[in-house]
Nanobody, 119 residues
C-alpha cells in the first residue's frame, strides 16, 4: 500500500502563489510517476500535471502551463506543485496521485487539499 498526504492549500488573492506538497510513504518502489489533479464541485476531476518517478520529465495542462511547476525531492519521497500567478479559476480541491509501473491508471490518491483564489 501507498499513502499520499497533501498539504499547503489555503486562501490566496489572485496573482499570488502557493506551494502544494505531497508526501508519499509505504510501498513506493516500482512507482512510475506522480500527478496532480483538481476538482471543482459538480465537475469532473481534471489533470493538472505529472512527473516521472525519477523527476526527469514533467507535463502540464495548458491552463496552468507557464504558471505551475512540479518537482520532486527523491530523498524525501515528496513532490511539490509551485503555483504562481494564481487565478480565481484555479480554485479547486487539489489531489495528488501515484501510478505504479505496469499500471495504466492512477493507483493511489491523497485526501485532497483546498485551494481558494479570491478575486
Amino acid at each position: 500500500q501507498v499513502q499520499l498526504v497533501e498539504s499547503g492549500g489555503g486562501l490566496v488573492q489572485a496573482g499570488g502563489s502557493l506551494r502544494l506538497s505531497c508526501a508519499a510513504s509505504g510501498r513506493t518502489f516500482s512507482s512510475r510517476g506522480m500527478g496532480w489533479f483538481r476538482q471543482v464541485p459538480g465537475k469532473e476531476r481534471e489533470f493538472v500535471s505529472t512527473i516521472t518517478w525519477s523527476g526527469g520529465r514533467t507535463s502540464y495542462a495548458e491552463s496552468v502551463k507557464g504558471r505551475f511547476t512540479m518537482s520532486r525531492d527523491n530523498a524525501k519521497n515528496t513532490m511539490y506543485l509551485q503555483m504562481n500567478s494564481l487565478k480565481p479559476e484555479d480554485t479547486a480541491v487539489y489531489y495528488c496521485a501515484l501510478s505504479k509501473v505496469g499500471s495504466g491508471t492512477w493507483d493511489y490518491w491523497g485526501q485532497g487539499t483546498q485551494v481558494t483564489v479570491s478575486s
